[in-house]
């Protein structure tokens, strides 16, 4: 399904459902009627969807040249974004100042999918902004988005953030040891396996070093030393030469 139609099976469809209408969002005397797929019915100021979008200047001027009348025909925006997003879009829209909003991680991403989609050249950088911010507890989550939309800046932002501290809470075993830190290997595995395989690759080949592995004995005395291949716990460290491309097949 498209993220955006005039009229399409949806409008059959929203006629035997009774949607809900947004309690901020539905001055009668706004122009355009936009419908969410969670079928939240939404009034907007054809002005203020004209002034901020490319794809809803389009829109809207098509169908004045097919002769609507948008004040006394109404004929619904189907968008295939929840009515949180749209909410929030219109929300900035609708202002001189756009500001960045404190939302959750989830929220955030798809504004910026949204606004990207509808070609809001002004809003782009505010909603990138406002991802950073919700992702700033969750530099994981943040690296994960990051790899399914190939977003090299958002990735880079998201590892600088990654500290040891961090790595550890997220994936250090639950018990103590004499010498060095144990991770759990399962979890960091599921985590990896949820990144693209470039990015996969990439951070595998960014973390993983050659180095010395000292033995001990239990009473802590040294033994000796022997090459082998290491990784850091520092994801923060590799954030300058972080090089997905380089995975890309050719």
């Not at 025909?73 to 909003?101: K, M, R």
């Not at 992702?135 to 994981?140: G, L, Q, R």
């Not at 399962?186 to 693209?196: A, G, N, P």
Request: hydrophobic residues 40%.
């Amino acid at each position: 399904m498209s993220d955006v139609s005039w009229i399409s099976d949806l409008d059959k469809i929203a006629v035997d459902i009774d949607l809900e209408t947004h309690p901020v969002h539905n001055d009668p005397q706004a122009e355009i009627i936009i419908i969410s797929n969670d079928y939240v019915k939404f009034r907007a100021s054809r002005y203020h969807l004209v002034r901020t979008s490319q794809l809803f200047e389009d829109l809207l001027d098509t169908a004045r040249t097919v002769d609507i009348n948008l004040n006394d025909i109404e004929e619904p925006i189907h968008l295939n974004f929840p009515s949180s997003t749209i909410s929030l879009f219109l929300d900035l829209a609708g202002v001189c100042d756009p500001y960045f909003a404190d939302v959750p991680i989830t929220k955030a991403r798809s504004l910026l999918d949204f606004v990207e989609y509808t070609m809001c050249d002004r809003l782009i950088d505010i909603a990138r902004s406002t991802l950073m911010h919700a992702a700033k507890d969750e530099p994981f989550e943040l690296l994960v988005i990051a790899s399914e939309r190939d977003d090299l800046d958002l990735a880079k932002h998201a590892l600088r953030n990654i500290s040891t501290s961090a790595f550890e809470d997220e994936y250090k075993e639950g018990r103590s040891f004499r010498v060095g830190t144990v991770y759990n290997i399962d979890s960091i595995k599921k985590y990896l396996l949820r990144l693209t395989p470039s990015y996969h690759l990439a951070i595998l080949h960014s973390i993983m070093y050659l180095g010395e592995m000292q033995s001990i004995d239990h009473d802590g005395l040294w033994l000796n030393s022997r090459p082998a291949i290491l990784s850091t716990d520092n994801w923060s460290s590799i954030a300058d030469t972080f090089n997905p491309a380089q995975f890309w097949k050719a």
